[in-house]
């Protein structure tokens, strides 16, 4: 039987949402049955050393003595006492985890973190995620983005595009030579007009891409705007959330930059918006997706480019008047490419050819789209200089496996912490290295550190080999800690066998699970009897170990 996680809303229906955002952060703690939760945003998840002992010793002193890695490759604290929110504040602060007091919730920024480490990449997007962190911080409107707004930075390699992003950027690699810029088939010697640029040559090709694989998220309670307890895994597939913050009532955001496009450079990117994903034909260029929309801009222009996806966002959440969390909770936001750009108008912006109509003359400078909710991306990308193409039809974001536990290259190691939780010792156990990259496979890839390191970090208890059980098993905050939880299912996750990922849930809301299709992981569910839900199947506790190495290993 397969998995049958919380459904999504109907997409027939409009969602409605009243409430504002209630998502934690590092000044505002959540109330948990276990004391106060932190969530510490880490845009790549990128860390110092000094940084790592800082939340180490905040961990000890202030919390329970771990630190929880999100789906994100962000941080939560838990445990905290009464009171501790100025000094954690004041610690966080001056270890430079907090540059923008007004911005920490909103840095929810993932990027491949493997990325120029070993040789699979075809752009360093940890360039990219500091270069968009500095522009969401520098501007006052980003402040009403939603806690959970995403924005996936992939370096080519297909790890971080299937997460769901609100705003994903994909590097080009070989995979998208044969992609197809332009809706219809313009004839020889067309050229293909741009938005805020001079025409350039069209370009076509056939689609490129294989079937996404969703992971999981930053888990959200039952769609209540009350903060989730983070469900936690080692390895697997990252899915998206499903809960984001209200962006209605917002101030409305501001002009963003006014450069042009410029000429494109090497090690370029495709972005999507939306979760929704095309192919890039050169190194240069990247794809940008919002609700079905697809635009090419220059490689150079990837973090500008992101920044107005989310100038789109909030003008179209504020238009709608329903509270959206999330690009795909906007109206319209589900339909085709070229259904989503005719929506919006776009045969009437300047400079834009629809993908359906190529040749067909420029319109009106005012968007049609204006005022209806419906995400203008084009419109969005005008106001920033930014020189843009729609591209139709979008392929399949490109997937690939999280990394295996151990090497990468030659001097980075890749390690997964059990169920996605480290004590400090083991957090401090990453040390020394160059860099800590935080992983949204709840993990973390340590820089500079040698191979011969990796029996040390696994007697600490960390995960450091693919055959390690361990790999892929995720769970739920459950007892303790959640008061709605149904078991103590960190207690009771046990791994049974390598093979799918599994998740433990702790009730019927499944905080944290992935989004993968049927079968392609283990949902276990306590029940109020006392007894669990493996796929479906009752299972007594006493017979959990069989039942899930069994779903494991028989699919």
């Known amino acids: 039987m397969s998995p049958t996680p919380p459904t999504t809303p109907n997409q027939g229906e409009p969602l409605i949402r009243d409430r504002g955002d209630a998502c934690p952060g590092a000044l505002r703690l959540h109330p948990a049955d276990d004391g106060g939760l932190a969530r510490l945003r880490l845009p790549a998840g990128l860390l110092t050393s000094h940084q790592v002992e800082v939340l180490a010793s905040a961990a000890e002193s202030l919390g329970d003595g771990r630190v929880t890695v999100t789906s994100r490759g962000n941080v939560e604290l838990r445990g905290l006492g009464g009171g501790c929110g100025a000094e954690l504040a004041d610690r966080l602060t001056e270890a430079g985890l907090l540059p923008s007091a007004t911005h920490e919730r909103v840095r929810n920024i993932v990027a491949s973190p493997t990325a120029g480490l070993d040789g699979l990449g075809h752009a360093d997007v940890q360039l990219w995620a500091r270069e968009l962190d500095a522009l969401l911080c520098a501007e006052p409107w980003t402040a009403a983005l939603s806690g959970r707004f995403l924005f996936a930075l992939d370096d080519g390699r297909g790890d971080v595009a299937g997460l769901g992003g609100d705003v994903t950027l994909i590097a080009a690699g070989p995979w998208a030579d044969d992609a197809r810029i332009t809706g219809g088939s313009p004839t020889p010697g067309e050229t293909e007009a741009s938005v805020g640029g001079s025409p350039r040559p069209s370009e076509t090709g056939t689609s490129a891409g294989g079937s996404p694989t969703p992971g999981e998220t930053e888990a959200s309670v039952g769609g209540s705007p009350t903060p989730s307890e983070t469900g936690t895994s080692a390895g697997g597939s990252p899915t998206p959330g499903e809960t984001e913050t209200s962006a209605t009532g917002s101030p409305t955001p501001g002009e963003t930059g006014t450069s042009a496009g410029g000429s494109p450079t090497p090690g370029g990117a495709r972005a999507s918006v939306g979760g929704l994903v095309g192919t890039v034909p050169r190194a240069a260029d990247v794809l940008l997706y919002v609700g079905g929309q697809a635009f090419r801009v220059a490689g150079a222009d990837a973090p500008r480019a992101a920044l107005a996806a989310a100038d789109a966002f909030l003008r179209a959440a504020r238009a709608a008047g329903n509270g959206a969390w999330r690009v795909k909770e906007l109206p319209g936001a ?128 960390l995960i450091t080999r693919p055959d390690d059980p361990r790999v892929g098993v995720g769970a739920c905050t459950g007892r303790p800690g959640c008061a709605k939880s149904l078991a103590d299912v960190r207690a009771d996750a046990v791994p049974g066998a390598p093979g799918l990922p599994v998740h433990f849930s702790g009730c019927e809301r499944r905080c944290g699970h992935p989004q993968g299709a049927p079968g392609t992981w283990v949902d276990v569910v306590a029940t109020a009897e006392g007894t669990y839900l493996v796929d479906g199947r009752p299972t007594p506790r006493n017979s959990l170990t069989e039942a899930v190495a069994t779903a494991r290993t028989t699919r």
């Open 334 to 461: 589900g339909a085709t490419g070229a259904e989503a750009i005719d929506a919006v108008g776009a045969k009437e912006l300047p400079g834009v050819r629809p993908a359906d109509s190529p040749g067909e003359g420029a319109g009106t400078a005012d968007a049609p789209g204006a005022g209806t909710g419906l995400l203008d991306l084009a419109a969005a990308l005008t106001r920033a200089g930014i020189d843009a193409r729609p591209v139709v039809p979008a392929p399949p974001l490109p997937h690939r496996a999280p990394p295996a536990p151990g090497l990468l290259g030659s001097d980075a190691l890749h390690v997964l912490a059990p169920l996605g939780r480290m004590t400090a010792a083991q957090l401090r156990a990453l040390l020394p290295a160059d860099e800590v990259r935080l992983t949204p496979w709840r993990g973390a890839v340590v820089v500079g550190s040698p191979r011969t390191r990796l029996p040390e970090l696994d007697a600490a208890g």
